[in-house]
């Protein structure tokens, strides 16, 4: 079946600090990947979509310019968190669909990110 | 706008036993898709069933099947012979038939007790 992973699993820094975090589909190719933050005990909620090759488009309350998305690759997208805060402790899903898929998507298997 | 609903934030059910997950979902969309999704504490999402909106028969996995009842715009997840590798947190969800985004419920809780 189709893997997503994602690096890293934890990630640990310190206030005022930038982190990137890495989406890669091993085995297919991504057109388009998800980002989704998740709090403890709480839903996915969509962060932001990116096509391969073009600008991520970010849902409403999210700060493009704090958290930035690269889709440079079919297999590889990345999400840099700028600036890091204790309120930005959380965990990061992202998922990836296969080009000319109707529905299929793959979710990788999150990053923990604790800012201190 | 889409939005899912899942009433229950816990539930519990003895092993062996059946349970059943509750879900709404309010559109306007005709053509659609439900997911269920199971998350365990490891948090990898790992998809458990699909039902098609246009497809009248309920999707059956294995253990699980649903039923899906558009008119009243409800989709549960019936689980039989429950396992203890069944405790997670589950989530509907719905992507529209010509988008690619999810719209997760807020999760139900299942702990299946020995």
């Known amino acids: 079946g189709a893997v997503v992973s994602q690096h890293p699993s934890r990630v640990i820094c310190k206030s005022g600090t930038s982190v990137k975090i890495e989406c890669r589909s091993l085995?297919?190719?991504?057109?388009?990947m998800f980002w989704y933050r998740q709090f403890p005990k709480q839903s996915l909620m969509l962060m932001a979509t990116?096509?391969?090759?073009?600008?991520?488009?970010?849902e409403q309350g999210v700060e493009k310019d704090k958290f930035l998305i690269n889709h440079a690759s079919l297999t590889l997208s990345t999400l840099t968190v700028t600036s890091a805060h204790p309120e930005d402790s959380s965990f990061y899903i992202c998922?990836?669909?296969?080009?000319?898929?109707?529905?299929?998507?793959?979710f990788g298997p999150g990053t923990r990110l604790t800012v201190t | 706008a889409q939005t899912v609903t899942q009433s229950q934030p816990e539930m519990s059910v003895q092993e062996a036993e059946t349970v059943t997950l509750s879900c709404t979902y309010d559109?306007?969309?005709?053509?659609?898709?439900l997911f269920w999704y199971k998350q365990p504490p490891s948090r990898q999402m790992i998809l458990v069933i699909r039902?098609?909106?246009?497809?009248?028969q309920n999707a059956t996995e294995n253990r699980f099947s649903v039923n899906f009842q558009k008119a009243a715009k409800s989709f549960s997840l019936k689980i039989s012979d429950s396992q203890l590798g069944d405790t997670a947190m589950y989530f509907c969800?719905?992507?529209?038939?010509?988008?690619?985004?999810?719209?997760f419920g807020t999760g139900t809780s299942l702990t299946v007790i020995p």
């Open positions: 998922s990836a669909r296969e080009g000319g898929s109707r529905y299929e998507q793959y």
């Open positions: 085995d297919f190719q991504a057109t388009t």
């Open positions: 990116s096509n391969e090759g073009s600008k991520a488009t970010y």
């Open positions: 559109t306007s969309e005709n053509n659609y898709y």
């Open positions: 039902q098609e909106a246009y497809k009248q």
């Open positions: 969800a719905f992507m529209k038939n010509t988008g690619n985004q999810f719209y």
